[in-house]
């Protein structure tokens, strides 16, 4: 008996499971146009959504779009179904390098140096392009069957719109061994230089053997990390004793930079910087397909009852005169589509730093990256339906100073909507103070 082949989208043949994680499974893959090999990142939207994730996954793939590298992997496309969200990456066939130091124990000095060179030229180009990669260990790096290297997993990844006041970041993230002191401490850290520190625990790994900082005890080996509390093994070279020295140095400010190391005689011994691609290719098409994958509910509908409850006339005017909308809330009509509506809102969020958080019931959570005098400014956000073609939003304040929100409403908001508005819940509510 024949058994059909698994065809994704009508155009590509999925095979066998080659690795799986709490959000995603990743699959073998067979371009069926081109025959060309492909690996297929298959996440569960609904897990997605209950894990809070769909923000990283929308800053993984304009991260990929963005760092088109030959030392990292690519990603060719992005599909999306109803449940599913599809990433179409090259495929590496080599397997990891991790699994290439645990089958053949720590490599020679010359093999370690080629890796690390890759390792160096693929995090220089994603630094040049404002992506801190922040889960740099061997894991996450693949081998090409010639024996190129392939940075891979970019889902905790930042990029400069993360950064907090102070300019720095401030999400503790990766995997522990491979921390920099300035991450595990939490007090915020550059992303650059907590990256070099992960590429000095690697270079430190491949030329070992066996990791720098290894503890049982968790807390044990952060005191570690903290005070750079490591040996080097006697078969390294004093050249490369030296340099893992500086790369791992536990106070930033003085550790080695991605440039200053490429000036390193012992780095640039055979070193021949790869030419990557000089044109940024972003598909906003993708982002939209995805964002329409998460986005698919319609807006609650407002029933007759609802309509009186809100207004003790029927026109138009009539809605926004409810004495009991209080100065910490608004309301606007607007003949956009849910999905515009959200997009705007959004979009002014993203100008004025605040963070956003969306659920597939049409609200909106923004909440200001700064602290005010009574803490973080929110806003919930929530779309109802009136008319197929006729939408009401509600805004409210749900943490943060009254006189703050006023000022937002007023200086940011109603000029940011101004192209969606149809009618706002009088004018002169925004501008009181």
Not at 197 to 223: D, E, R, T
Not at 241 to 267: A, G, H, I, S, Y
């Amino acid at each position: 008996m024949n058994i059909a082949p698994n065809i994704l989208m009508g155009r590509y043949e999925v095979g066998r499971l080659l690795g799986q994680g709490s959000f995603a499974k990743v699959y073998l893959a067979r371009n069926l146009e081109t025959g060309q090999s492909v690996a297929i990142k298959a996440m569960n939207i609904e897990k997605i959504l209950k894990g809070g994730m769909i923000e990283q996954i929308k800053r993984e793939i304009s991260i990929m779009r963005l760092v088109q590298h030959p030392n990292i992997v690519l990603l060719y496309e992005v599909m999306a179904s109803k449940t599913k969200i599809y990433f179409v990456m090259e495929y590496v066939k080599g397997g990891e390098l991790f699994n290439r130091v645990v089958e053949k124990g720590r490599l020679k000095e010359e093999e370690a140096r080629k890796y690390f060179q890759q390792l160096i030229s693929a995090v220089d180009f994603c630094h040049s392009r404002g992506v801190y990669h922040r889960d740099l260990k061997p894991e996450n790096l693949l081998l090409e069957e010639n024996g190129d290297l392939k940075v891979a997993d970019f889902g905790l990844s930042a990029l400069p719109a993360q950064f907090k006041q102070d300019g720095l970041l401030h999400t503790t993230c990766g995997t522990p061994a491979y921390l920099a002191p300035e991450v595990v401490s939490n007090k915020g850290y550059n992303g650059d230089k907590a990256d070099i520190w992960s590429c000095g625990v690697i270079l430190f790994v491949l030329m070992a053997g066996y990791l720098p900082f290894q503890c049982a005890n968790l807390m044990v080996m952060y005191k570690k990390i903290d005070k750079g509390d490591f040996k080097c093994p006697p078969w390294f070279s004093c050249d490369a004793r030296r340099l893992v020295l500086r790369l791992m140095d536990p106070n930033p400010r003085t550790r080695m930079t991605v440039p200053q190391l490429m000036e390193v005689p012992w780095f640039r011994r055979g070193f021949k910087r790869p030419q990557a691609k000089n044109e940024v290719d972003v598909d906003v098409g993708v982002l939209d397909e995805v964002e329409s994958a998460f986005f698919t509910a319609k807006p609650a509908c407002l029933n007759a009852f609802d309509i009186i409850s809100l207004s003790p006339g029927f026109s138009l005017s009539g809605l926004f005169k409810d004495k009991v909308v209080k100065q910490e809330s608004s309301r606007f009509m607007s003949i956009q589509p849910a999905s515009s509506i959200m997009s705007k809102l959004e979009e002014i969020a993203r100008v004025l730093r605040f963070s956003v958080k969306k659920s597939k019931n049409c609200k909106v959570e923004l909440q200001d990256s700064k602290k005010g005098r009574k803490g973080h400014l929110c806003i919930d956000a929530e779309i109802f339906e009136v008319t197929p073609s006729l939408f009401l939003v509600e805004l409210g304040k749900t943490g943060g100073d009254t006189l703050e929100y006023s000022k937002f409403c007023s200086q940011a908001l109603k000029p940011g909507l101004k192209d969606i508005v149809w009618a706002w819940d009088g004018d002169n509510q925004l501008s009181e103070s």
